[in-house]
């Protein structure tokens, strides 16, 4: 046992991806975000992998190398796994892990009404796979759960010839492939040095600092990194608020900050508010961690509030250029996605500040690259295909995602198309100057 102890190696491998002696054969349990990174990676760095999902028609689908949502990269690595014969995809956890000796859960973990994790997903799984398990098995946790879930996990199986292994992922939307080919460290969290040892081994030809830990550290090192980076980003909007009561500019001030290696460059861009299928499911469960073994986590219960009330005061950032207009004012809106460079639209800011909008009677038109048909959430909001039809006649365009393609439009005729052309940019994507000399009324963020 080494629970509480850990130690970080530093590993360098000279002779680059894949190496192929040491591949073993891995079962991934779930074909979703997590699940087909993490697969498709694995055999591109040599594994023979086996990726079940209960989804007939997904599996079907991914069989023929196609990509369920938008990721760069994975068409290719996936495409490179059929190729190669390393990456077969099945339905069913059980046709996945007969021959495979490392099985990764990579299962839903979505909140319930009072913030806790529903685990049912990976309970069910863990029910089916247990008595098909070959012996001296390693069940291996990818996805986000509460501090505890090992040995829940632990228990439910009771095999003492099978080891339960903590490893989070850390793989942002959009970046998915590089985080897991060029991670910023690989945890594991084992009950022994062996089965930390073992897990470690599929990661050889991988280049990051690898650390070893018990099950409960690796656990919450995920959930904390997500609290702090969703802390960090709260605070920095904060910052931005401030900014703008103080004539500071938050771009100045970030950078100023930035420079501090103790403190970072990234994650402090302002924006409407965090969101995405991570960042208020794990900051929540957090806080619910906490409550259950009496810890009052007040910070964090603060930053998923302010976090709210920072999307409110977006959404009152269009509604204040709006005041003026009476007859049935329109609001264009660029972006609906919780980020660029995703088609997520789970717990999507964008579609928070829309709804406050909504609420206000307000007509919207919106465009997104990738995302068509009607919004379940507002469905209210006509959804365009093109940037430019999205702006007619609407009093304010508010952009709400930064993708790079909305600074190669022509603001001067997205201007002459709009009916008083206001810009509420919560991306800071576009500068002030040349928006104001093409004629609109600019509003920023934290500028
Ligand atoms: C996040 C983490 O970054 C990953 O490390 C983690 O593995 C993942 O959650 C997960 O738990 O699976 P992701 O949800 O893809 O990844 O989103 P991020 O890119 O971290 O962005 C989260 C939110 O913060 C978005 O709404 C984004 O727009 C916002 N953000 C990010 C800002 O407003 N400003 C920034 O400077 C950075």
Redesign the pocket.
Known sequence: MFDKCFHVAYRYNPRGIPRKQNMVNIAVIGAG??GLTTGACLSYVGHNVTIADLNASRIAGLQKGEIPFVEPLLSEIVADGLRSERLTFVTGAINACKDAKFHFLCLPTPPDDDGSTDLSFFQTAVDEISEALQPNSIIINKS?VPVGTAKIINEQINRRDISIVSN?????????VN?FLSPSRIVIGAETREDARRVEELYSNIDAPVLLTGWESAELI?HT??AF??MK?TF??EIATLCEKTGADIQDVAKGIGYDPRIGA??????????????PK?SSSLVHVARKVGFDFTLLEHTIQLNKKHVERTAGKVLNLLSKEKNSPKVAAWGLT???G?D?LRS??AIEVLSHLIAEGIKICAYDPTVTGTIEQIPEVSIETDPYASVEDADVLVVL??WEEFNELEMGKVANMMKSPSLVDT?NLFDREEMESVGFTYCGMGL
Not at 168 to 176: R, S, V, W
Not at 266 to 279: H, I, M
Request: charged share 20%; with cysteine.
């Open positions: 975000y997590v986000t989070p992922e850390f793989l942002a939307e959009g970046n998915a985080d995920k990194a997500n980076l969703a980003l920095v909007n990234s994650y402090l861009n302002p924006g409407p508010g965090w969101g995405g299928s991570c960042f794990d919780f980020k660029a995703t997520d999507s800011p995602t930064e991306r």
